[in-house]
């Protein structure tokens, strides 16, 4: 006759444990995507778009770029400030080639010096 173990009896649940907050502390935390009004990071290559090199379109550099995503769009800013739209780039090349973000600004104008455009 072969007679079956009692299983083991249930554990007693375990105590609460104390409420931890999960979140970052407020100075480690970063504003999500729909809390900024675009992403900045250079570019120090030329863009090279259908077999072209990107220009600019006033100046002609074709390399050193400030790549610009705001609003589901990107721009190209040159070092002497001219902007162009590029509407063969999208937000997700964007987010496959830029870094984590090192900085946040309150202005545009401010990005610009700390990347020293």
Known sequence: MNHAQPADPPAPPAEPGA??????PPEL???SHDQ???RA???AWPVVLDGQMVTCAVCGAY???LVLSTRDQIWLRCRAGHQQHEPRLDTAWYNRHAGPADAIHPT????LRHLGY
């Open 29 to 31: 935390r970063v504003p």
């Open 63 to 65: 390399r050193d770029w």
């Open 41 to 43: 990071m250079p570019w």
């Open 19 to 24: 409420v931890v907050d999960d979140f970052l």
């Open 36 to 38: 900024v009004d675009g």
């Open 108 to 111: 545009f104008e401010e990005c």
